[in-house]
Every structure is written in C-alpha cells, then in structure tokens.
C-alpha cells in the first residue's frame, strides 16, 4: 500500500489489515520523493530507497521481504518448540525424582493397564519372581505399599 493515504496514517491503514488479516505481510511504498511518512514508520525488517524502482528490484525486494518473514516465523516456532521442550525436559526430570528405572517403568505401565503378574512376566520376557522383585522396587521407591496405591500415584504424578 501506498504511505501517503488520505485521511488515515499507513501506520493506522497497515494496522487495520493485519488485524482483519494476520496472516498477510504489509509491505508501504511511495511514490513521492518528499515524503515525511517514510521516517515516521516503526522500525523496519527491510527497506529500500532509490529514485526509481525497476519491477525487477521491486521484485527482488519483495521477496526479501517474504524470506525475512518466513525467517521470524521459523524463528519464532522454534521458540515455541524450544519452550515446550524444555518444559517437557522439566516434567520428566520431575517424574525421575522417583528414581525408577526403564524397566520398572514399563512394569508400572503394565499394573495401570490391569495386567496380571503373569502377563506382565510374558510381556517383559522376565520371571514372575523378578516381576514380584520389580513391583517390591517401585512400591519402595513410591512409598506404597499396594497395587492400587501405586497406580493411583503412578496416574496422579504422570509417571508413566
């Protein structure tokens, strides 16, 4: 859009534009050497300046302005995606604070799903003694000391 618009600001006119579509980038132009508009702008990603602009630098610099906006946006998903990993990172480390193991993980897995001690054994391809040494472990570890005490902290702490 032209700077220079009757009645309005550019500043005002973009403004409108993006809230009625945010997803569209507003790129202002003018065609007037005099123009005071041009200075009063908030800070720009990019600018350009000469006397006359050839469709092939306009072009040109509207594609700079689509790659630096495509740029923040990567930018900014990947501090969303850095936040939520990070705080992904945050939860696990807080459902360590137990101190189970991979294995007694997937046995607790397995006690929320219902199985048996018998199941749990042909799952894991393991003894149900050792089963039974497992469970003995995480009760100790969880300060439970029934099944149901354990499922009910493993739900409520998301353990598993």
């Known amino acids: 859009m032209d700077i220079e618009i009757p009645g309005l600001s550019s500043i005002e006119a973009a403004s409108i ?3 009625a579509y945010p997803d569209i980038n ?3 132009l003018t065609l007037r050497e005099d123009s005071t508009s041009a200075t009063q702008l908030p ?5 350009l ?9 306009l072009s040109e610099f509207i594609s700079q302005v ?3 906006a495509m740029q923040n946006n990567m930018m900014a998903v990947n ?19 137990y101190g189970l193991s ?27 003694g050792t089963v039974r040494s497992h ?9 439970v000391n029934s099944r149901s005490n354990a499922i009910v902290k493993a739900m409520k702490e998301h353990l598993i």
Do not use: W
């Open 17 to 19: 534009v993006k809230a």
């Open 26 to 28: 507003v790129i202002l």
């Open 43 to 47: 800070t720009m990603e990019a600018a």
């Open 49 to 57: 300046s000469t006397d006359r602009i050839s469709p092939v630098t």
């Open 66 to 68: 689509y790659e630096t």
């Open 79 to 97: 501090k969303v995606l850095a936040f939520f990993n990070k705080r992904n990172e945050q939860l696990q480390q807080q459902h360590d604070t």
């Open 102 to 128: 991979p294995r007694e993980k997937e046995i607790l897995r397995c006690l929320v799903s219902g199985d048996t001690y018998k199941q749990i054994s042909e799952h894991c391809h393991i003894s149900v």
């Open 135 to 143: 469970i003995m472990n995480i009760y100790r570890k969880l300060d």
